[in-house]
C-alpha cells in the first residue's frame, strides 16, 4: 500500500469499510480461495472495477500507464490518501465528504457516474466540500451549471479514454459497403428508414441493438464493417464510439440535438466527441440518404484510429484528468 505521504491519489467507487469489515473482508480473503461451491466451480468474484465499469477501467489502467501513484478503493481510512476522485456512488461521496470535514481528505473531486442531474441529491453534490466536480462533455456541463449554479465555477470537462491495444482492427480485409447498424433509440421508423435508405444505395447491413452484445461479439463486428450508422438520443460520452472509433470505424450518427429537460428542450449531442476525423452527423433521413452520397464520392477524410490515439487512449485521458484537477 501506497503511504498518504506519497502524493498518490485515491480512486473510490465504493464506500471506504468500517474497520471491522476491513478485518472481515481479509478473513474472507484468506478462506475463499480454498472453498469450492457445490457446483465444484470457484466461488464468484465481485467485479474488478466498481461504479461505471469502462469510465473507472479507463482512470485505473490509464493512471498504471502513465506511472502516476494512486489506491483504489482502500479497506481502511488511514489508507486514503489526501486526494480523492470519487468516480460512482451517492453513498460512497457522502462518505468522503466526511473525511473531507475531518481533514483526512484535503482534495475532493467527484464524478462523472455520481447522480443523472444535480437535482437528484443537491444537498451533497452541492457540499462545499467538493473541490471539483466531473462532468463528461459540454452540453452536460451546461446541464448541470443551469440546474445547480453554485455548482458551475467547479465543474470540469473529462472523458473516459479506451484501450487502444484492446480496440484495435484485427488487419484483415473488409468491404467498404458494410454498415453496422448501431440501435439505441426507440424510433422505430428512424431505424427502418436508415435500414432501407442503405440497402438502397448498395450497403450490406448489420444491425447491432444496445445491451444485446459482449465485447468481443462488438469488435468483431467493428473488424467486419468499414461503417457505423449510430443512432441514440444522446449521449453524455458515447463510449462505444470511442472504440469503434479505435478500430479505425468512423461514424454516421443521428444528432436530434436536444435534450427534454423539465418540460424544455435544451442543446444536447449524440456524439460529444465527434470530429471531422472520426464521422459526421445527420438530422433524419433524408440528411442521412445524402451523407452516404457523399461517402460514396469519397467527400470525407476520416482517420479514427489516429484521432483517438492522438486524443483518447486511456493514459492521456488520466493524465487529462489529473492536469484538470491539479493532482
Request: aromatic fraction near 10%.
Amino acid at each position: 500500500m501506497i503511504p498518504r505521504s506519497a502524493g498518490a491519489v485515491t480512486i473510490l467507487t465504493d464506500p471506504i469499510p468500517a474497520e471491522f469489515q476491513y478485518f472481515e473482508e481479509r478473513l474472507k480473503r484468506t478462506v475463499r480461495p480454498l472453498l469450492r461451491r457445490v457446483d465444484g466451480k470457484t466461488p464468484l468474484q465481485k467485479p474488478r472495477y466498481g461504479g461505471h465499469f469502462a469510465v473507472t477501467r479507463s482512470l485505473i489502467e490509464g493512471l498504471q500507464k502513465a506511472n502516476i501513484p494512486f489506491i483504489y478503493n482502500p479497506q481502511r481510512v488511514k489508507d486514503c490518501t489526501e486526494r480523492v476522485v470519487v468516480l460512482a456512488g451517492i453513498k460512497t461521496l457522502e462518505q468522503a465528504i466526511g473525511l473531507r470535514k475531518k481533514g483526512i481528505i484535503k482534495k475532493l473531486a467527484a464524478g462523472p457516474i455520481i447522480v443523472t442531474h444535480p437535482g437528484d441529491n443537491p444537498e451533497i453534490i452541492g457540499s462545499p466540500c467538493i473541490d471539483r466536480y466531473i462532468v463528461n462533455s459540454d452540453w452536460v456541463k451546461a446541464l448541470y451549471a443551469l440546474d445547480m449554479p453554485k455548482l458551475e465555477p467547479k465543474l470540469i470537462i473529462w472523458p473516459a479514454g479506451v484501450d487502444e491495444q484492446i480496440w484495435k482492427p484485427a488487419g484483415s480485409p473488409k468491404s467498404n459497403r458494410s454498415i453496422l447498424l448501431y440501435v439505441k433509440t426507440p424510433n422505430k421508423q428512424l431505424i427502418e428508414d436508415c435500414r432501407q435508405i442503405a440497402r438502397e444505395a448498395g450497403f450490406e447491413v448489420t444491425t447491432l441493438e444496445y445491451g444485446s452484445y459482449s465485447t468481443e461479439q462488438y469488435k468483431t463486428l467493428l473488424d467486419q464493417n468499414s461503417i457505423m450508422v449510430y443512432l441514440t438520443e444522446t449521449e453524455s460520452q458515447g463510449i462505444a464510439l470511442c472504440e469503434a472509433w479505435s478500430m479505425g470505424v468512423p461514424s454516421l450518427v443521428w444528432n436530434q440535438g436536444i435534450f427534454c429537460w423539465q418540460g424544455q428542450n435544451l442543446p444536447a449531442s449524440s456524439a460529444p466527441y465527434l470530429s471531422n476525423e472520426t464521422g459526421v452527423f445527420f438530422r433524419d433521413a433524408v440528411e442521412f440518404k445524402d451523407v452516404l452520397q457523399r461517402l460514396a464520392s469519397h467527400s470525407f477524410q476520416f482517420n479514427p484510429r489516429k484521432w483517438i490515439l492522438d486524443n483518447q487512449t486511456d493514459e492521456r485521458s488520466a493524465r487529462l484528468l489529473m492536469d484538470l484537477l491539479d493532482y
